[in-house]
């Protein structure tokens, strides 16, 4: 597990379904398409540069870096009030779980149960339990039928890799 990929709300970034299915998927594009030579023609297509600059940086160095290094929507009411409070974890907060979690448990199924790892056994268990998921191919998104208010990240509900 790498710490610094945990975000203040309590997701990993590692297994965030970016991460596991549209980055993997974004190199497999780029490479294709620049074995046919769509690299000579890409400037030729409506905003052809540009999506060709987005499909290369998604494919080599990814999109996301985990919100407390910048990535995510600087907007979230979850990472706001953390870096406000100064926590290293919502969970270790002394207010969590707090008003703006319960839309947020919604919207990912499996915050709820992390949360309660990380604050009743620790990092080592919360860390061994992201690596688990990681191993297996688990890719976590946002459900959308959720109120996107408090984060608005990913575009579809929890998936596991098959």
């Not at 779980?97 to 990092?123: I, M, Q, S």
Request: aromatic share 12%.
């Amino acid at each position: 597990m790498k710490k610094e990929q945990a975000c203040y709300c309590g997701l990993y970034c590692e297994n965030c379904a970016v991460k596991v299915k549209v980055e993997p998927a974004a190199k497999v594009l780029y490479d294709e398409m620049q074995k046919l030579g769509f690299e000579e023609i890409m400037p030729f297509f409506p905003d052809g540069d540009k999506f060709w600059s987005f499909l290369k940086g998604m494919s080599t160095e990814g999109v996301c870096v985990s919100c407390k290094a910048g990535s995510g929507n600087p907007a979230c009411k979850v990472r706001q009030c953390a870096k406000e409070k100064n926590v290293e974890m919502c969970a270790l907060c002394e207010s969590y779980p707090c008003n703006l979690f319960a839309d947020f448990f919604k919207g990912y199924p499996t915050l709820e149960h992390d949360n309660a790892v990380l604050r009743e056994k620790g990092w080592d268990a919360w860390g061994k339990l992201q690596d688990e998921r990681q191993a297996k191919g688990f890719g976590f998104a946002y459900d959308t039928n959720i109120d996107k208010e408090y984060c608005n990240c990913n575009q579809s509900i929890v998936q596991q890799k098959k």
